[in-house]
């Protein structure tokens, strides 16, 4: 056996003499938007029918911003997808219609009230309908042949999505196993699929919370006027704040009050928590999420709240 | 100055200390909240730990929880008033290389952890190899747990010397050496006062100030073709912008580039952002190109200086670390995905394979396997357009994917021929 015993890396070269008296940095903030804005030309370049995932909550109007950087001054070269659980706010169906409207975007619905009303789906009362919203997301994928669906997951929400690719690779049958990823290294992608597998893309992965509002703040994006503090009927369950309405499944020994509260994340009204707060503007959210000792899906969601890992169950499933 | 951005990467083990390490500094720095500490005090009962214990904020997930296993790369978020962090969370033992290759290749900076008790073990010389070798720029060694060696001097400047004379060798740009300990809070956010000896920073103040912007190539100027923006709107009826991230140097309006592989020159006219022209366009900048000639451009191509190009190369010589079970051999059908060019390779030869605790070469190995580094040579079916790996890290790059089953099964760090 011949060896050598060279230490020095293989890889080790002379330092690039680099001009200098010149600072090139950008923000934090620059530098996720240049991350994202690659990963979304990396999407719209590698596959054949992109989707884009829309709840208008905040990380998705965020999404659709940077989306539209990407493809400037051409218009976003894909679709829109919206699961639509039937429990909406309707603040943010209107800012959606008129997103929609102002961006020419091609919307696309998937509707869990329709799978329900057409005996495909049971609901369970009480549960909320974000389990339901699996099947509905997986049936509209497959009508549309979406290969690709960009998400805005982030992985400093919840434990499962910390160990989530940017590019995350589902079987036919949009499963996610967690043992079975491809590394990522650089900012090298790998879209490469077989007919009927497919690929969720999360170009704000690296985003936080904070992020999130701090972007929205700078690029003064619209968003639903749920975020910020207003007065509602509530009721109390599991130390969470859910609003009062005709989808809230309410129990009799619930009281009712009304509270000054904001809303923290947009998802489905009947399992959604509202947090109190007074905070009136951005500067406000953000102040507000700098203290924050909760976090975003601790504080806001029912769903995650079944059990510890209840997020990991339902992307195995299928879920974003 | 508005608040920058620092990659870094963990190595080290459980028996280290990572987990309480991080735990920590996510603590100190306020980053974990009240639901996560609640269930960690939780666990930390059921465990029956007398303490709450911060190595378990980074506990994984069910599936590793029930298999005993660990999942790769976990990714972690902190920020100070100064900087936001991302940390690449590797575990050290399971898949060990594979998972530090992977998180070192975008940190900025490697921590890498060593138990007082213990010294510069096999793991310690491993983990500093590949941080030298993915040539993550700066390198933090912690000496940790100097509360169960009495905060002893000696011990430190030991370890400390033992490791700088092989480091030595590794071709680490900066290198900090910091006693600590996790569990206590010691040097870790603050200064600590068991150790007046110690006249460094404590590890956060390096994580804030560590400078980093020089770390990039800003020599030479290359920008990978992603996507060629047509709007086909009246408004816009002839544009053709070419976007793309920048992969190195700096381009303004006016430059004269050549278009790899035609070799057309052109001049940029225009460098564009959806917030308006820019004068300039540096990494990591996503950014459009509109070229004063209508030449031939699409996805894959190579923008770079006429007198400052990379080599189109088919023949590749690199340093490969497989990743997969099933081994690199003849035949087997591969693709190279280097910047936004994906092309077929044949594997022609492994020059030796790399014993990364001995650092010994094999060179009569033919395969390499999981987890193992090889110096390989691949023959490409179409030109690539890469620099040294040693020159920059984004044109010198690239994952390997198996042609049949899409898996990314390597990653390779080009050399020069």
């Given at each position: 056996?011949?060896?050598?015993?060279?230490?020095?890396?293989?890889?080790?070269?002379?330092?690039?003499?680099?001009?200098?008296?010149?600072?090139?940095?950008?923000?934090?903030?620059?530098?996720?938007?240049?991350?994202?804005?690659?990963?979304?030309?990396?999407?719209?370049?590698?596959?054949?029918?992109?989707?884009?995932?829309?709840s208008g909550g905040k990380d998705?109007?965020?999404?659709?911003?940077?989306?539209?950087?990407?493809?400037?001054?051409?218009?976003?070269?894909?679709?829109?997808?919206?699961?639509?659980t039937g429990h909406n706010f309707?603040e943010v169906?209107?800012?959606?219609?008129?997103?929609?409207?102002?961006?020419?975007?091609?919307?696309?619905?998937?509707?869990?009230?329709?799978?329900?009303?057409?005996?495909?789906?049971?609901e369970v009362p009480g549960q909320g309908r974000n389990r339901l919203q699996?099947?509905?997301?997986?049936?509209?994928?497959?009508?549309?042949?979406?290969?690709?669906?960009?998400?805005?997951?982030?992985?400093d929400e919840e434990k499962a999505r910390?160990?989530?690719?940017?590019?995350?690779?589902?079987?036919?049958?949009?499963?996610?196993?967690?043992?079975?990823?491809?590394?990522?290294?650089?900012?090298?992608?790998?879209?490469?699929?077989?007919?009927?597998?497919?690929?969720?893309?999360?170009?704000?992965?690296?985003?936080?919370e904070?992020?999130?509002w701090?972007?929205?703040?700078?690029?003064?994006?619209?968003?639903p006027g749920i975020y910020f503090a207003h007065e509602r009927k509530v009721f109390e369950r599991d130390g969470m704040l859910l609003a009062d309405s005709d989808v809230s499944a309410r129990r009799d020994d619930e009281p009712v009050f009304t509270a000054t509260v904001r809303y923290r994340t947009v998802g489905d009204m009947s399992c959604t928590g509202a947090v109190e707060s007074d905070a009136?503007?951005?500067?406000?959210i953000?102040?507000e999420i700098?203290a924050s000792r909760i976090t975003e899906r601790g504080a806001t969601r029912a769903d995650d709240r079944f059990s510890e890992a209840a997020m990991?169950d339902r992307?195995?499933?299928?879920y974003? | 100055?508005?608040?920058?951005?620092?990659?870094?990467?963990?190595?080290?083990?459980?028996?280290?200390?990572?987990?309480?390490?991080?735990?920590?500094?996510?603590?100190?720095?306020?980053?974990i909240f009240d639901d996560q500490l609640n269930a960690?005090e939780r666990?930390?009962?059921?465990?029956?730990?007398?303490?709450?214990?911060?190595?378990?904020?980074?506990?994984?997930?069910?599936?590793?929880?029930?298999?005993?296993?660990?999942?790769?790369?976990?990714?972690?978020?902190?920020?100070?008033?100064?900087?936001?962090?991302?940390?690449?969370?590797?575990?050290?033992?399971?898949?060990?290389?594979?998972?530090?290759?992977?998180?070192?290749?975008?940190?900025?900076?490697?921590?890498?952890?060593?138990?007082?008790?213990?010294?510069?073990?096999?793991?310690?010389?491993?983990?500093?190899?590949?941080?030298?070798?993915?040539?993550?720029?700066?390198?933090?060694?912690?000496?940790?747990?100097?509360?169960?060696?009495?905060?002893?001097?000696?011990?430190?400047?030991?370890?400390?010397?033992?490791?700088?004379?092989?480091?030595?060798?590794?071709?680490?740009?900066?290198?900090?050496?910091?006693?600590?300990?996790?569990?206590?809070?010691?040097?870790?956010?603050?200064?600590?006062?068991?150790?007046?000896?110690?006249?460094?920073?404590?590890?956060?103040?390096?994580?804030?100030?560590?400078?980093?912007?020089?770390?990039?190539?800003?020599?030479?100027?290359?920008?990978?073709?992603?996507?060629?923006?047509?709007?086909?709107?009246?408004?816009?009826?002839?544009?053709?912008?070419?976007?793309?991230?920048?992969?190195?140097?700096?381009?303004?309006?006016?430059?004269?580039?050549?278009?790899?592989?035609?070799?057309?020159?052109?001049?940029?006219?225009?460098?564009?952002?959806?917030?308006?022209?820019?004068?300039?366009?540096?990494?990591?900048?996503?950014?459009?190109?509109?070229?004063?000639?209508?030449?031939?451009?699409?996805?894959?191509?190579?923008?770079?200086?006429?007198?400052?190009?990379?080599?189109?190369?088919?023949?590749?010589?690199?340093?490969?670390?497989?990743?997969?079970?099933?081994?690199?051999?003849?035949?087997?059908?591969?693709?190279?995905?280097?910047?936004?060019?994906?092309?077929?390779?044949?594997?022609?030869?492994?020059?030796?394979?790399?014993?990364?605790?001995?650092?010994?070469?094999?060179?009569?190995?033919?395969?390499?396997?999981?987890?193992?580094?090889?110096?390989?040579?691949?023959?490409?079916?179409?030109?690539?357009?890469?620099?040294?790996?040693?020159?920059?890290?984004?044109?010198?790059?690239?994952?390997?994917?198996?042609?049949?089953?899409?898996?990314?099964?390597?990653?390779?760090?080009?050399?020069?021929?």
């Amino acid at each position: 056996m011949t060896t050598t015993s060279s230490q020095t890396p293989e890889t080790a070269g002379p330092p690039v003499e680099q001009p200098t008296g010149h600072d090139y940095r950008l923000s934090e903030l620059q530098t996720l938007e240049a991350e994202s804005i690659h990963i979304f030309r990396e999407v719209a370049a590698e596959f054949g029918r992109p989707a884009l995932m829309f709840s208008g909550g905040k990380d998705s109007l965020v999404m659709l911003h940077l989306a539209a950087k990407a493809f400037f001054p051409a218009r976003i070269p894909f679709k829109i997808l919206h699961i639509d659980t039937g429990h909406n706010f309707p603040e943010v169906m209107t800012l959606r219609d008129k997103l929609v409207e102002e961006m020419s975007l091609q919307l696309v619905v998937g509707s869990v009230q329709d799978a329900i009303d057409s005996g495909d789906l049971t609901e369970v009362p009480g549960q909320g309908r974000n389990r339901l919203q699996t099947h509905v997301l997986l049936e509209t994928v497959e009508k549309n042949k979406f290969d690709v669906l960009m998400g805005g997951g982030r992985r400093d929400e919840e434990k499962a999505r910390a160990k989530e690719r940017v590019f995350s690779f589902r079987d036919e049958f949009g499963q996610w196993d967690p043992k079975n990823q491809r590394p990522e290294l650089w900012n090298l992608y790998n879209g490469r699929i077989h007919p009927g597998e497919s690929i969720r893309a999360f170009p704000i992965s690296n985003w936080t919370e904070l992020d999130v509002w701090s972007y929205i703040e700078a690029e003064k994006l619209q968003v639903p006027g749920i975020y910020f503090a207003h007065e509602r009927k509530v009721f109390e369950r599991d130390g969470m704040l859910l609003a009062d309405s005709d989808v809230s499944a309410r129990r009799d020994d619930e009281p009712v009050f009304t509270a000054t509260v904001r809303y923290r994340t947009v998802g489905d009204m009947s399992c959604t928590g509202a947090v109190e707060s007074d905070a009136h503007t951005l500067a406000e959210i953000i102040d507000e999420i700098a203290a924050s000792r909760i976090t975003e899906r601790g504080a806001t969601r029912a769903d995650d709240r079944f059990s510890e890992a209840a997020m990991e169950d339902r992307k195995r499933e299928g879920y974003f | 100055m508005p608040m920058d951005l620092l990659r870094f990467a963990t190595a080290g083990s459980v028996d280290d200390g990572k987990s309480t390490l991080i735990g920590r500094l996510l603590f100190d720095s306020k980053s974990i909240f009240d639901d996560q500490l609640n269930a960690v005090e939780r666990t930390s009962r059921d465990k029956g730990f007398d303490y709450t214990n911060l190595a378990l904020v980074t506990d994984g997930l069910r599936a590793e929880r029930e298999q005993g296993i660990t999942i790769d790369v976990a990714y972690r978020y902190f920020h100070t008033p100064k900087r936001k962090f991302i940390i690449a969370d590797t575990p050290g033992h399971i898949q060990y290389t594979r998972n530090m290759v992977t998180g070192a290749s975008t940190a900025d900076l490697a921590i890498v952890l060593v138990d007082a008790r213990a010294g510069i073990v096999e793991q310690t010389r491993r983990h500093a190899f590949l941080v030298s070798l993915l040539r993550v720029p700066h390198l933090v060694l912690c000496i940790n747990k100097m509360d169960l060696v009495d905060y002893d001097q000696d011990v430190y400047e030991r370890l400390r010397q033992e490791f700088l004379s092989f480091a030595t060798k590794l071709a680490i740009p900066d290198l900090q050496i910091i006693p600590i300990s996790a569990l206590l809070g010691d040097n870790v956010v603050e200064r600590s006062t068991n150790m007046p000896w110690y006249d460094g920073p404590a590890l956060l103040h390096q994580l804030e100030n560590v400078y980093v912007s020089s770390d990039r190539n800003m020599v030479d100027a290359r920008m990978p073709v992603q996507y060629v923006i047509r709007p086909q709107s009246n408004e816009y009826h002839d544009y053709r912008g070419y976007a793309g991230q920048i992969a190195g140097g700096v381009f303004k309006p006016g430059d004269e580039v050549m278009v790899m592989p035609s070799g057309l020159t052109s001049r940029i006219s225009a460098i564009e952002t959806a917030d308006g022209p820019v004068a300039e366009a540096f990494s990591p900048m996503s950014v459009t190109f509109r070229l004063e000639d209508d030449i031939d451009v699409s996805r894959g191509d190579m923008i770079a200086r006429p007198h400052n190009a990379p080599e189109p190369r088919q023949d590749l010589d690199a340093m490969v670390c497989w990743m997969v079970d099933s081994p690199l051999k003849q035949g087997r059908r591969l693709l190279i995905k280097h910047t936004t060019r994906t092309v077929r390779v044949a594997f022609r030869e492994l020059q030796y394979r790399l014993d990364i605790n001995t650092l010994h070469r094999d060179e009569t190995a033919e395969t390499l396997s999981l987890n193992e580094i090889g110096r390989v040579r691949f023959r490409a079916a179409q030109p690539v357009f890469a620099d040294p790996y040693s020159r920059n890290r984004l044109t010198g790059g690239f994952i390997v994917i198996d042609a049949g089953t899409n898996a990314t099964v390597g990653a390779g760090m080009v050399l020069d021929n």
